[in-house]
T-cell receptor, first 113, second 111 residues
Framework: EDKVVQSPLSLVVHEGDTVTLNCSYEVTNFRSLLWYKQEKKAPTFLFMLTSSGIEKKSGRLSSILDKKELFSILNITATQTGDSAVYLCAVERRGSTLGRLYFGRGTQLTVWP | DGGITQSPKYLFRKEGQNVTLSCEQNLNHDAMYWYRQDPGQGLRLIYYSQIVNDFQKGDIAEGYSVSREKKESFPLTVTSAQKNPTAFYLC??????????FGPGTRLTVL
């Protein structure tokens, strides 16, 4: 059975801290891994990763994929209260004509001022 | 503005009633999806559609139905056969094999 596991499920930090969120997967015919940020409503897209070892970066957020060890990490440096959200990891399978995604349970990040 | 809209934002249903959740997109995306999200859980796929007049069951399709008569629209009906429908419902769309973009969601509560 395909599965995507995120850890930790919940994390509380203070502003300025750096956090690392983890996503491991067991999915056949892997095509890509995606990170989303969800603040109470619609998940918003952060990154799509398809190749191992290539870091994607957007401001204070960065992510990298390890296809050999089957995991990805999402780093957030100098956290701000606006980073408080649920961070979702999803994996897409190859071989489908449709980009079907398998989601983890998410990591609830809370940043205190 | 281009985007995905869902309505209503909040919906209350009595047991035994069917309700329909709306999802509209003006992004000219081919593919559309419905997910269900329960507290502390990841998103689970209910139905998806790649083209007009075609749709496929996802992982938890029982008790739900959909239609895709227009490219822009993919309504979801939660039927009385769905045993535990209280959840947050998210619609998404994408150009095939590309990133999925989500609507703002509908929170359904059964009274």
């Amino acid at each position: 059975e395909d599965k995507v596991v995120q850890s930790p499920l919940s994390l509380v930090v203070h502003e300025g801290d750096t956090v690392t969120l983890n996503c491991s997967y067991e999915v056949t015919n892997f095509r890509s891994l995606l990170w989303y940020k969800q603040e109470k409503k619609a998940p918003t897209f952060l990154f799509m990763l398809t190749s191992s070892g290539i870091e994607k970066k957007s401001g204070r957020l960065s992510s990298i994929l390890d296809k050999k060890e089957l995991f990805s990490i999402l780093n957030i440096t100098a956290t701000q209260t606006g980073d408080s959200a649920v961070y979702l990891c999803a994996v897409e399978r190859r071989g489908s004509t449709l980009g079907r995604l398998y989601f983890g349970r998410g990591t609830q990040l809370t940043v205190w001022p | 503005d281009g985007g995905i809209t869902q309505s209503p934002k909040y919906l209350f249903r009595k047991e035994g009633q069917n309700v329909t959740l709306s999802c509209e997109q003006n992004l000219n995306h081919d593919a559309m999806y419905w997910y269900r999200q329960d507290p502390g859980q990841g998103l689970r796929l209910i139905y998806y559609s790649q083209i007009v007049n075609d749709f496929q069951k996802g992982d938890i399709a029982e008790g739900y139905s959909v239609s895709r008569e227009k490219k822009e629209s993919f309504p979801l009906t939660v039927t009385s056969a769905q045993k535990n429908p209280t959840a947050f419902y998210l619609c998404a769309s994408s150009i095939s094999l590309d990133t999925q973009y989500f609507g703002p969601g509908t929170r359904l509560t059964v009274l």
